[in-house]
């Protein structure tokens, strides 16, 4: 059973940052590549930024630049930092494995998430 708990959403300006965080338990979370992902209202799921177990990082085109995310592995927890956010970053944050294939993602386990709202 896969347990995953996001927190530190909120409403931010445009431009504002904010620090995200995920506690991850039920997997081996040190030899896992882990993610963040993001629904807006009416679209699907989308990827948006993947850390693996060496610590290598990918993002979405949307966030390069501007996201950062990170791992505490002795703390099997995961980060994403928001820096500079627009109002089309607007969305519910949900921390995962990587799934890489869209069955994987249907089937998987969801945490709550954490609403993020950018507004002026």
């Known amino acids: 059973q896969v347990q995953l708990m996001e927190s530190g959403g909120g409403l931010v300006q445009p431009g504002g940052s904010l620090r995200l965080s995920c506690a991850a338990s039920g997997i081996f979370f040190s030899t896992n590549s882990m993610a963040w992902y993001r629904q807006a209202p009416g679209k699907e799921r989308e990827w948006v930024a993947t850390?693996?177990?060496?610590?290598?990082?990918n993002y979405a085109d949307s966030v390069q630049g501007r996201f950062a995310i990170s791992r505490d592995n002795a703390k099997n927890m995961v980060y994403l930092q928001m820096d500079r956010l627009k109002p089309d970053d607007t969305a519910v944050y949900y921390c995962n494995m990587y799934l890489s294939t869209a069955s994987r993602r249907r089937h998987a386990d969801w945490g709550q998430g954490t609403q993020v709202t950018v507004s002026s």
């Open positions: 850390i693996a177990s060496a610590g290598t990082t």
